[in-house]
């Protein structure tokens, strides 16, 4: 028996930061969830309602973890192969919007949340010296344990847009047709397979 948030290492590294003194928020939009929180909005999001047990053994293989954004946005790891790094699996980030991002593994997203902005904007001068506009309250703190705990920085929004495209260029259309197994008719897949094959290019 363990009271370990999950069975990835470096995802309860970041659950001990998030839940140590203070508690502050470090990141934009974030927080946790239990880990594996069977109802995270997966069923909504994909128009999965009543399909539940039909669908299951493709459900199991989404780890839903942590709320993306203040609006509904949620994260979740996709258990593509049987790989033995959990933590290198990716990341998929499904947007309130019907939107899809792809992270290549957690120290990517690592980083992204290092950006203090749920969209992953990069804070220019003019936005830093803004009296309406603030980081976190756990920022720094974060940067700060990122930098000592695993050696990472925060990108700057060049290379947060290649952490992106690499995601879905590695991972994009083979995610898009492996939901297309079982997701709804109703859903637009094209787009996002031309999405992330654009990307490709």
Same mark, same amino acid.
């Given at each position: 028996?363990?009271?370990?948030?999950?069975?990835?290492?470096?995802?309860?590294?970041?659950?001990?930061?998030?839940?140590?003194?203070?508690?502050?928020?470090?990141?934009?939009?974030?927080?946790?969830?239990?880990?594996?929180?069977?109802?995270?909005?997966?069923?909504?999001?994909?128009?999965?309602?009543?399909?539940?047990?039909?669908?299951?053994?493709?459900?199991?293989?989404?780890?839903?973890?942590?709320?993306?954004?203040?609006?509904?946005?949620?994260?979740?790891?996709?258990?593509?192969?049987?790989?033995?790094?959990?933590?290198?699996?990716?990341?998929?980030?499904?947007?309130? =919007?019907? $939107?899809?991002?792809?992270? *290549? +593994?957690? #120290?990517?997203?690592?980083?992204?949340?290092?950006?203090?902005? %749920?969209? @992953?904007?990069?804070?220019?001068?003019?936005?830093?010296?803004?009296?309406?506009?603030?980081?976190?309250?756990?920022?720094?703190?974060?940067?700060?344990?990122?930098?000592?705990?695993?050696?990472?920085?925060?990108?700057?929004?060049? =290379?947060? $847009?290649?952490?992106?495209? *690499? +995601?879905? #260029?590695?991972?994009?259309?083979?995610?898009?047709?492996?939901? %297309?197994? @079982?997701?709804?008719?109703?859903?637009?897949?094209?787009?996002?397979?031309?999405?992330?094959?654009?990307?490709?290019?």
């Amino acid at each position: 028996m363990t009271d370990a948030y999950s069975p990835i290492p470096e995802l309860n590294l970041l659950k001990d930061f998030s839940d140590g003194p203070g508690e502050d928020a470090f990141s934009d939009g974030f927080e946790f969830y239990v880990y594996d929180r069977p109802d995270a909005g997966l069923l909504e999001w994909l128009c999965l309602e009543g399909r539940e047990e039909e669908v299951r053994g493709h459900l199991d293989r989404l780890t839903p973890f942590a709320q993306a954004t203040g609006s509904g946005s949620f994260y979740a790891l996709w258990h593509c192969d049987d790989r033995t790094d959990p933590a290198t699996l990716p990341v998929i980030r499904f947007g309130d =919007e019907g $939107d899809l991002d792809v992270i *290549e +593994g957690l #120290r990517d997203l690592f980083r992204l949340l290092a950006m203090d902005d %749920e969209w @992953f904007t990069a804070w220019d001068e003019e936005r830093e010296a803004d009296p309406e506009e603030e980081h976190s309250p756990g920022h720094e703190a974060y940067v700060a344990w990122l930098k000592e705990t695993f050696g990472l920085t925060p990108p700057t929004e060049e =290379e947060a $847009d290649e952490i992106l495209d *690499e +995601g879905g #260029r590695k991972y994009g259309v083979r995610f898009v047709d492996w939901l %297309e197994e @079982f997701g709804s008719p109703d859903i637009d897949f094209g787009s996002w397979r031309k999405e992330f094959a654009d990307a490709g290019r």
